[in-house]
C-alpha cells in the first residue's frame, strides 16, 4: 500500500528566506506527482504536477524536483513571502483507480 | 468561468437522513472524483468516474453513492448519514486519470 509522508508538518521562517518542503513515498511504482496548496478553509490549488519521467518542474518561485527510484520529492520555494503561509500537499498518482495518495501536508507561515 | 462548483457550501444533517452533494464543472474533463478530509487522515478517495456512464470505488466508497449521467455532472448520495460521515468533501476533475487535478472549493458536512 502506497504511503506518502510529507516532513516537517509545520514550519516557521521569516519572509525572504529559501525552504525546502519534503515528500517521500513507499512504492515508486508512480505515474506523477503532484504539489498542491491549501488556504485554511479553502480547496486545494494544483501547484506542479511532475510526470514519472520528469526530474523537476518549475514555475515562478518554485521548483519541484522527483527522484522516483528513492521515492522523494521536494518543494524549493525562493524568497518566501507573507503570502505563501498555507498547508502545502503532495500527492503520487501510481495510476490504481485513477487515485492520488495524499500526504498529511506542511503547514508553512511565513513571517513579516 | 467558474471551473468547478460544490453545493452546498456547508450543511448540518441529522443521522439517518439523506443528502446529495452536487459538483458541476465546466472545463469538459472526462474525470472526475470525490474525496474527504479528515483532520490527521488527509485526504481519502471515495468514488471516481474515469468517464460519462461509468463510476468506480475509492478507498473509502461505503456509506456513498454516484453516479455520472453527464459529463459536467458527479453527485455525491449519502443515503443514511451517519456521524462518521462528518468531513470536508472535495469534488474534483482530470481531463484524463493519469492528468493534474483540479479541485472545487469544497462542502463541509456535519452530522449530528
Known amino acids: 500500500k502506497q504511503e506518502v509522508t510529507q516532513i516537517p508538518a509545520a514550519l516557521s521562517v521569516p519572509e525572504g528566506e529559501n525552504l525546502v518542503l519534503n515528500c517521500s513515498f513507499t512504492?515508486?511504482?508512480?505515474?506523477?506527482l503532484q504539489w498542491f496548496r491549501q488556504d485554511p478553509g479553502k480547496g486545494l490549488t494544483s501547484l506542479l504536477l511532475?510526470?514519472?519521467?520528469?526530474r523537476e518542474q518549475t514555475s515562478g518561485r518554485l521548483n519541484a524536483s522527483l527522484d522516483k527510484s528513492s521515492g522523494r520529492s521536494t518543494l524549493y520555494i525562493a524568497a518566501s513571502q507573507p503570502g505563501d503561509s498555507a498547508t502545502y500537499l503532495c500527492?503520487?498518482?501510481?495510476?490504481?483507480?485513477?487515485?492520488?495518495?495524499f500526504g498529511t501536508g506542511t503547514r508553512l507561515q511565513v513571517t513579516l | 468561468t467558474a471551473g468547478i462548483t460544490q453545493a452546498p457550501t456547508s450543511q448540518i444533517l441529522a443521522a439517518g437522513r439523506s443528502m446529495t452533494l452536487r459538483c458541476t464543472q465546466d472545463?469538459?474533463?472526462?474525470?472526475m472524483y470525490w474525496y474527504r478530509q479528515d483532520l490527521g487522515l488527509g485526504l481519502r478517495l471515495i468514488h471516481y468516474?474515469?468517464?460519462?456512464?461509468?463510476?468506480g470505488k475509492g478507498e473509502v466508497p461505503d456509506g456513498y453513492s454516484v453516479s455520472r449521467a453527464n459529463t459536467d455532472d458527479f453527485p455525491l448520495t449519502l443515503a443514511s448519514a451517519v456521524p462518521s460521515q462528518t468531513s470536508v468533501y472535495f469534488c474534483?476533475?482530470?481531463?484524463?486519470?493519469?492528468?493534474?487535478?483540479?479541485f472545487g472549493p469544497g462542502t463541509r458536512l456535519t452530522v449530528l
Open positions: 474534483a476533475t482530470s481531463s484524463g486519470g493519469l492528468g493534474e487535478q483540479f
Open positions: 512504492d515508486s511504482a508512480i505515474y506523477n
Open positions: 511532475i510526470q514519472s519521467s520528469q
Open positions: 500527492a503520487v498518482n501510481t495510476g490504481t483507480a485513477s487515485k492520488l495518495t
Open positions: 472545463m469538459r474533463h472526462n474525470a
Open positions: 468516474s474515469n468517464t460519462a456512464g461509468t463510476t
